[in-house]
């Protein structure tokens, strides 16, 4: 029948290990001013936020036939994560005249991040 397309397959594979390389805490203001830095250097920048941590990450690039099979696995990579406790959300920072814009992150993947970060705030 013309128009009718095939049956397609969909299947969902879900993250099952996130791997993070570095991570430093900061306290809110110095990850605002970091972030604020990440920004006039040309770096699109949105802070997430879930579990009362605000958090910025770095993800390794699939750009390698050894990361995509890792991801092909269910693990990712991330090169660097800056996180800060934030008790209650806002939805921006301010840095001088600049808003660092805050994202209420619904992503069940980063917010099981930032629960974990959480548990490690004042480790450091």
Same mark, same amino acid.
């Given at each position: 029948?013309?128009?009718?397309?095939?049956?397609?397959?969909?299947?969902?594979?879900?993250?099952?290990?996130?791997?993070?390389?570095?991570?430093?805490?900061?306290?809110?203001?110095?990850?605002?001013?970091?972030?604020?830095?990440?920004?006039?250097?040309?770096? !699109? $920048?949105?802070? /997430?936020?879930?579990?009362?941590?605000?958090?910025?990450?770095?993800? #390794?690039?699939?750009?390698?036939? *050894?990361?995509?099979?890792?991801?092909?696995?269910?693990?990712?990579?991330?090169?660097?994560?800056?996180?800060?406790?934030?008790?209650?959300?806002?939805?921006?920072?301010?840095?001088?005249?600049?808003?660092? !814009? $805050?994202?209420? /992150?619904?992503?069940?993947?980063?917010?099981?991040?930032?629960?974990? #970060?959480?548990?490690?705030?004042? *480790?450091?």
């Amino acid at each position: 029948m013309p128009g009718r397309e095939p049956a397609v397959r969909v299947s969902y594979k879900p993250v099952e290990e996130l791997v993070i390389l570095e991570m430093v805490e900061y306290n809110i203001l110095k990850l605002a001013e970091t972030a604020a830095l990440l920004i006039d250097s040309g770096m !699109p $920048v949105i802070l /997430n936020w879930a579990e009362g941590v605000a958090f910025y990450h770095q993800p #390794l690039p699939f750009s390698s036939k *050894e990361l995509l099979k890792e991801r092909m696995r269910g693990r990712i990579y991330w090169a660097s994560v800056i996180y800060a406790a934030m008790a209650k959300y806002r939805p921006t920072l301010k840095v001088g005249a600049r808003d660092i !814009p $805050v994202l209420m /992150n619904p992503n069940p993947v980063l917010r099981q991040v930032a629960a974990w #970060l959480k548990k490690r705030l004042g *480790e450091a």
